[in-house]
């Protein structure tokens, strides 16, 4: 069989013809596993959908996995492309009434809401489950789906769902979230949402500005509520909210959301701040601003990352792009390619399809009717003289890739635009939100920095920089032509967060090894060392143990310590290092521990020393308020407060207690104790504004030089040496004086004879000796 189709009207070329085309379009059907009669039944509750008309939902990683939602619902891993039973829950789950409200495929799983409750399946294991958490009603679930696979946002945001009740009161509804793809949920805490008035009419995660939206319906108009600044200091531009609106958000991660129903069709590129209708060319030289103007009814949408398809219930399907511009549908008149159980979808880049289930009296597996169209080829027909595409080439090594800012950081894009003969186009860049990074194009290449780091950005503007975000990036041509479908858009994910590839290196010029001092082959053969009970605390506080400590020394890890001496005040040299290259010497501000628990050591400086506004933060106040996270991970970047900060009002009130940050302003400096040994150190860059990684790391130091402490105790060494300083004093002010009264006369004379026999005496003794 084939079905018709009528391609009116299209605007042609500068003097506005238009034409109508009649072309055909091969229409089959797909059958398969019914050549030998296997018995096949459906097990368990059939499922169904709630709404009359269907609903297509189609993986946008894997193209073959796709969920038709109708009066009977498939679940299909090969693209529609064999027969198929409808979806049913197995009989070991009881739901009562089997009406299927929302769905979403998450990753993996494909998550259904089923008479107001949530369940998984998880499509690879073929196995299902009920959500976990959730405590009240839901009707709907939303969600997205990164195509970048492995990357840490990237599985974040596939792992990212809301469930929501749908006209429910605003201000008291329960929201639930979940970042384990729908297995667990728990509540969503929305900061000022009992203030907020209207009904919800949904509940989204807008990767693209890193926040979440909540859409709010009020006497015929909708508007989003944004959760943080700068978005959340008022509430997003109003629109005409008609019937109920399914919102389709499309993939990429770009911020485009599609809000549809019969009578409705409006589109936002920015997530939902500027919602508009999308106008409609539907006859020469006629064209209406929206699709309630035009009445045209809306049987269900279909779209892609650039892409949008429209099938009506007056058998005709209408086509538009997704670009960086707005664009008007264009109408594709057909005959016979409208039923009421027909959806559409994209199967590739300018490739639509209406499908059809189609009940077979035989078996219980459904047969499929699928209509393809090339639009390229029917854009492109000699009848239609529509222009040409001003652009042959436009690629760049950055499509369909994701890519990393770290802060202080730059990224170099680069594209190729090649137009046709006696054409300029325009390329156009759509930067990522404000709140993220500022991008420059100059003679193809795309330079991408953060905004703060620019030197222009507004603090009212932007949103925190200490917050990681995603963003996308799109280079598009302006004014593109409606023939321009197989030139997509170049578009890349930008991750404004932690570069993996960086790492903390500590410089380890002089060694223990080096210097004989240790010896490398022993330090492998099972080397450990013993710490004295009184030198550390295993609970981290100060307090002497009550036994000594064996340790065993980590070779392999920690490689030969760094040699130090004990009397000079010491601060480790910290390199910033990225895929295997040295980048720099870091100042940023860290924070050192010694993993066993030593405390024989201190520093240079106190709070006051250091210049510090407000009370230090150090180990003792950050662990007990830390709970029960591990002690080398309680003090980072994320819980780090300046005491330089002139926003921190925390008042200086011990300034002399020793200042713990190491790097940044101050010239802190570690001083030891007169011991001798091995000290392990962990070492965190707790500074928020050099990265947005943990950058730490653990090393070793050796500390030589210190003399053994006395066995004497101090008070029996230095009272005789006291006294006779005071008894030497004392003679050199005396004996002067007294030689001058006539007890020194006296005296005088007395040594004087004394000394005179003694001469005397002296013959005698060299006589006997000789």
Known sequence: SRCLLLVLPVMLNKNDRWSLLSLTSSIHTVRTGKVFHVSQQIQGDHLYFSSRTPRLIKHPCKKNIALYLGRQIFFTRDNFKSSLLPLSLPTSIKVGVPEVTSAHIAGSVLLLVVNQKVYVYDYEANFWNASIGIEHIVSHISGDNCCYSGHPFCVDISNSVFAYLHGDQISQTNVYFSNTRGYTFQKFA??????????????????????????????????????????????????????????????????????????????????????????????????????????????????????????????????????????????????????????????????????????????????????????????????????????????????????????????????????????????????????????????????????????????????????????????????????????????ALISVGCDQEKKIVIQNEISACSNGILDPVGLQDNYSYIIEKEAYDPNFRGQMSREDLVV?????????????????????????????????????????????????????????????????????????????????????????????????????????????????????????????????????????????????????VYVYGALPPSIIPTTVTIIPLIMAMLLSVWSAYMIPKLLHTEKGLRLQEFWMNLCRRLRNLCPCFQAHSG
Not at 223 to 231: A, C, I, K, N, T
Not at 272 to 299: C, F, K, M, W
Not at 420 to 441: F, H, N, T
């Open 190 to 491: 929305y900061e000022r949402q009992a203030e907020l008035v209207g009904s919800l009419g949904g509940v989204f995660y807008f990767h693209s500005l890193s926040q979440v939206g909540l859409l709010l319906i009020d006497q015929g108009k909708a508007m989003f509520s944004y959760s943080e600044h700068p978005l959340n200091r008022s509430l997003g531009l109003p629109f005409d909210y008609n019937g109920t609106l399914d919102i389709l958000i499309t993939p990429g991660q770009k911020g485009i959301l599609i809000f549809w129903f019969e009578k409705s069709l409006l589109v936002s590129g920015n997530a939902g701040q500027l919602v508009y209708p999308v106008p409609v060319d539907e006859e020469p030289r006629i064209s209406y601003s929206s699709v309630s103007e035009a009445n045209v009814t809306i049987h269900n949408i279909a779209a892609n990352q650039n892409e949008l398809a429209v099938l009506t219930r007056e058998n005709s399907l209408y086509y538009g792009s997704l670009g960086i511009l707005p664009s008007s549908l264009i109408k594709f008149s057909g005959q016979n390619i409208w039923s009421q159980e027909a959806a559409v979808m994209f199967t590739d880049v300018g490739q639509v399809e209406i499908l059809t289930p189609l009940p077979d009296p035989m078996f219980p597996a459904f047969d499929f009717q699928r209509c393809p169209m090339n639009v390229q080829e029917i854009l492109m027909d000699p009848q239609l003289q529509v222009d040409i595409c001003k652009v042959e080439l436009l690629q760049g090594e950055f499509d369909n890739r994701m890519y990393s800012i770290d802060m202080n950081s730059k990224l170099q894009l680069t594209a190729l635009m090649i137009p046709r003969p006696g054409r300029s186009p325009v390329p156009l860049v759509r930067p990522p939100p404000p709140d993220a990074i500022r991008c420059l194009w100059y003679l193809g290449n795309i330079s991408l920095r953060q905004q703060h780091h620019w030197g222009r950005a507004n603090p009212n503007f932007t949103s925190s920089i200490k917050k990681p975000t995603v963003s996308t990036i799109t280079l598009d041509v302006a004014n593109k032509e409606i023939s321009c479908v197989d030139l997509k858009p170049l578009t």
């Open 552 to 700: 065993n020394y980590r070779y392999e890890k920690l490689g030969c310590p760094r040699l130090v001496y004990y009397n000079t005040p010491w601060r480790p040299v910290v390199e910033l290092w990225r895929e295997g290259k040295f980048q720099e010497v870091t100042k940023a501000e860290f924070v050192l521990l010694e993993v066993n628990g030593l405390f024989t050591y201190t520093y240079s400086l106190t709070a006051q020393m250091a210049l510090c506004r407000s009370q230090p933060q150090n180990w003792t106040t950050v662990l007990e308020s830390s709970g029960d996270k591990r002690p080398f991970f309680a003090w980072d970047r994320e819980n780090y407060i300046s005491c330089h900060d002139p926003d921190n009002d925390a008042p200086l009130r011990w300034p002399d207690v020793p200042y713990q940050i190491l790097g940044g302003p101050t010239a802190n400096k570690v001083i030891f104790d007169q011991r001798n040994g091995i000290y392990v150190f962990f070492l965190s860059i707790v500074d928020p504004y050099y990265s947005y990684c943990h950058l730490e790391t653990t090393f070793s």
